[in-house]
């Protein structure tokens, strides 16, 4: 991933906040010159080394599944809050649109899970989700037939990777002057309905109020 100066991340806790935040992730593997990708829910977690590792499962009829065989290495595409950025927000004239982003890539080799793994990952993926939507009673797999449960689970298969590299790319209008990224995230604030724009405004702000 390109990376200017002004737009690198590397701090591991912001690039584990935005994984946590936007855990739908694009699998992308190169197969025999051809590039093929697939979104699917990730679970990141630590594991006491540099970068921790990721966990996901796909339908046993996803080609990626033979793809993914323990040897070949796969990249994990995180897309984070994003918006338009209209010139006309700057306090600076001449300047042109663009759209600021926050984005995460994760490399390494996945690996196949065995099928107490792929139990672990399913009971830790739904059980994240699901505390998150207190205080709604969260479900479990428990309220599954065993005999369908065991069914349901040959038909996907799980995978860990443990993370290679981890590249964050914040493009934040940090290469514009404090006026300019004032006026930005101002602008952005007085768009109410687009959820979008506070969440690109709160992210600038993360970064560090304008002087």
């Given at each position: ?17 935005l ?35 990721l966990?996901f ?65 399913l ?6 989700h ?82």
């Open positions: 991933m390109y990376q200017p100066g002004p737009f690198r991340i590397d701090d591991p806790a912001r690039l584990q906040a994984i946590d935040r936007h855990p739908l992730c694009l699998v992308v593997v190169a197969v025999d010159g051809e590039v093929h990708a697939n979104p699917v829910p990730v679970l990141a977690t630590a594991d006491g080394s540099a970068h921790g590792r966990r499962h796909l339908a046993r009829g996803n080609p990626l599944c033979n793809w993914l065989d323990g040897e070949r290495p796969a990249l994990m595409v995180f897309s984070g809050e994003q918006h338009y950025v209209s010139p006309d927000w700057y306090a600076s004239a001449q300047l042109v649109p663009t759209w600021n982003y926050a984005m995460v890539q994760a490399r390494g080799i996945p690996t196949v899970l065995d099928d107490s793994g792929l139990c672990q990952l009971e830790d993926l739904s059980g994240t699901e505390q998150a939507l207190k205080p709604k009673i969260p479900w479990t797999t428990d309220k599954l037939e065993t005999a369908l449960y065991t069914r349901m689970r040959k038909g996907i298969r799980g995978f860990e990777m443990p993370i290679d590299s981890l590249q964050g790319k914040w493009k934040m209008s940090q290469n514009r002057g404090a006026d300019d990224r004032r006026g930005v995230i101002e602008a952005l604030d007085r768009l109410p309905e687009d959820a979008g724009a506070r969440q690109v405004a709160a992210c600038m702000r993360d970064l560090g109020e304008p002087d």
